[in-house]
């Protein structure tokens, strides 16, 4: 115990003073002033990182922030035109990601989203985009409508349990598509165990969870030394995320092998491949692919829904706008479909705006710079993380004009059409080369969702038992995959007979 910590300590001490003797040479952006040998471990935000650094841009006025943690160099960039100019413009010096050692002792470092740039991630990225591109979405539409209409019925029988709901049908979608796997109903295990899974994402990524994601020497730390509790809770953790990757994959190819036809992306991909050029390589990187697949569609599509339906009960007049245009294109005769995307603009702007008015995750994953560089004559050492501010982005007021409030209209013309020359908010996917491939994916599904959602169902306010309408406000998480704190919400079917436009449940 005593070697260790003198080699953590002396660790911290060599970046201190590298940092230190380093100052007077080089030109950092501004930020707050560290102490010596630990930087500004201690001015690190634990909770809702965003709205920290958002509040250090006014202060220092400037939209590139610096920090160093232990020796570790940190940016962060608070503006549309430094994320651009960064992570976009020099890609080629940003496109890098960080080693963390949580993800490795969780089993997270199989999402390809974590691994470091390189000819590996260039193979997993490139048959994650073949199985997602926009032309290959269309096959992917049956599916999504067919679990749509059963949360319609789920919302139809049981509101008061939207946020399950919700939660189920992401599930059961994701899993349908990319492993063909049909959910038997909500208490199905296999959705429970996916499901903690990809919570475990949210716990690693969450700035200042656990010293052992700045400090790589606590990897070799006992599991009851102090500061370690990471290694514990990832002992857990790491079960459940094995079985999301490996378990769900290996009953596939199993059943594909014994002879079993099956349509999903995982079988999609193994068809590319002969018997003779599949090797244990291989099938690592298609477990990686189909397991990240999983993961990138769940948490977020679930996290959009619920800021939705928040959304909805915040802005009644949103809402019953939006319904006004469904009943004018459908007629209150049927459900919204994918070729009534472009006779909806004002749901389409409805959409975009959840995803501006509250990203998901406002700030995304850190980028890593692989070389010395200079912006604005600010040094940016190689080896920093660089992180993309989407909130602070997605709520510039020269941007968007009143940006703190929620409405669709700013993506619209006078005559209610789309307008190209707003900036759609991109930058709750990423950046540059690290740009999400699924966006497309999470917005058709978001999209239909929503669509079908306020076309059947009115989203109004619990009431108390006075029947008074309980306000609500705004309350959201403050870990990395920020989400409303859990509420409540009433769906009143709109009018008479709109259960009859849900489709009854396909038998297969």
Known sequence: MTSTLAYVLCAAAVGAVVLFSSKHRRRYPPGPRGLPLVGNLFDLPRESTWLTYEA????????????????????????????????????????????????HC??????????????????????????????VLPRYHPTLKKEVHGLLRLLADSPDNFARHIRY??????????????????DDPRVATAEKAVHVITMIMTTGSYLGKTLRIYCYIPTWFPGAKFKRDAAVWKIWVDQMYYGFYRQLKAEIDDGQERNCVASNILARFSSEEYNEDLEGTIVNTVGTAYAGGVDTTVATLSIFVMAMLLYPEVQKKAQEELDRVLKRKRLPDFEDRNSLPYTVALV????????????????????????????????????GNAWAILRDEQRYSNAHIFDPSRFLTEDGQLDPNVPDPIETFGFGRRICPGRHFADDFSWLTVAS????????????????VVEMREDFTSASLSVPKPYKANFRLRFTGATDLIPSPIVE
């Open 169 to 186: 049908m992401a599930g059961a979608a994701t899993l349908r598509i990319v492993y063909d796997i049909e959910i038997q109903g909500e």
């Open 453 to 468: 959602v306020l076309a059947v169902f009115a989203i109004e306010p619990p009431r108390d038992a006075q029947n008074n």
């Open 56 to 103: 250090w841009g006014r202060k220092y006025g400037s939209d590139i922030l610096y920090l160093n943690v232990l020796g570790t160099h940190m940016i962060v960039l608070n503006s549309t035109e430094a994320a651009r100019e960064i992570l976009e413009k020099r890609a080629s010096l940003y496109s890098d990601r960080s080693v963390d050692i949580t993800q």
């Open 352 to 387: 975009k705006e959840v995803l501006r008015w509250h990203p998901p995750l406002p700030t995304t994953v850190a980028h890593k710079s692989t070389a010395d560089d200079v912006y604005k004559g600010f040094h940016i050492p190689a080896g920093s993380l660089v992180i």
């Open 106 to 135: 969780t089993g997270w470092s199989r999402n390809f989203g974590f691994i470091e740039y390189g000819d590996k991630w260039r193979a997993h990225r490139r048959m994650f985009h073949q199985q997602f591109t926009s032309s």
